[in-house]
């Protein structure tokens, strides 16, 4: 079936340096995407969002990148710092009310 | 603060117990979701309420009964669990749209703990 997934389950950045954590869609009808933050003991915290008209999206120190010809979403983080480290989360919406969540990519800030 | 709290945070409960589960929103939505998050998995749509009518229920079986009394609150009531029902359960809240272009809002979630 269809789903939304991340690329590496794992990404460990230096302190300072730029990240960048990959999703893959397959459904070529989702039109809405998010990214969410998931630190221990939370729940998840809306970052970004992106529609399917758009190819990028800025917010403070995070950029949402949509390649709807290779069905490729991307979330690049700025200047990473400690608190960066949690595991990231895409989903998608597929013009209803039900989002598909990927795996979730652990994120781990080295100092 | 995300705007959505839950209560409790924890709960541990045998399989024989009746507990409930409480989320309350301070966002002015009128949708609300329940979510379960177990390890290594992809969050599971449990149900969703639009204007408090539900209007999804995801193949959840009936030990789960959820409860929506208005906008702002939802529960999620619990009988004879088993043991694979021990997760994270994670409410969220949105605006309500039949396309759904608008981000949810999740809680911090309640730990649940089958024995």
């Known amino acids: 079936g269809e789903s939304v997934g991340l690329h590496l389950p794992t990404l460990s950045v230096q302190e300072g340096d730029n990240s960048i954590i990959n999703c893959a869609y397959s459904?070529?009808?989702?039109?809405?995407f998010i990214w969410y933050k998931q630190e221990s003991g939370k729940g998840p915290q809306f970052i970004i969002d992106?529609?399917?008209?758009?190819d990028k999206r800025q917010g403070q120190r995070v950029t949402v990148l949509l390649n709807k010809t290779v069905k490729h979403l991307s979330l690049q983080i700025a200047a990473t710092q400690p608190g960066d480290s949690a595991v990231y989360f895409c989903?998608?919406?597929?013009?209803?009310?039900?989002?598909?969540f990927g795996a979730g990519t652990t994120v781990t800030v080295r100092a | 603060e995300t705007g959505v709290t839950q209560t409790p945070r924890h709960l541990v409960m045998g399989m024989t117990n009746k507990k409930s589960l409480k989320c309350e929103q301070h966002?002015?939505?009128?949708?609300m979701y329940w979510y379960k998050q177990s390890a290594k998995k992809p969050l599971e749509l449990m149900f969703v309420?639009?204007?408090?009518?539900?209007?999804e229920n995801n193949s959840v079986p009936s030990r789960f009964s959820p409860e929506c009394p208005n906008s702002s609150h939802l529960f999620l009531h619990l009988h004879t669990l088993q043991p694979e029902d021990s997760a994270l359960y994670l409410c969220?809240?949105?605006?309500?749209?039949?396309?759904?272009?608008?981000?949810?809002?999740f809680g911090n979630g309640t730990r649940l703990t089958v024995t």
């Open positions: 969220a809240s949105s605006q309500a749209s039949a396309g759904g272009e608008y981000p949810l809002h």
């Open positions: 459904n070529s009808a989702s039109d809405y």
């Open positions: 992106i529609r399917s008209n758009m």
């Open positions: 989903a998608e919406n597929k013009n209803d009310y039900k989002l598909s």
């Open positions: 966002l002015g939505h009128n949708a």
């Open positions: 309420y639009s204007l408090e009518e539900r209007v």
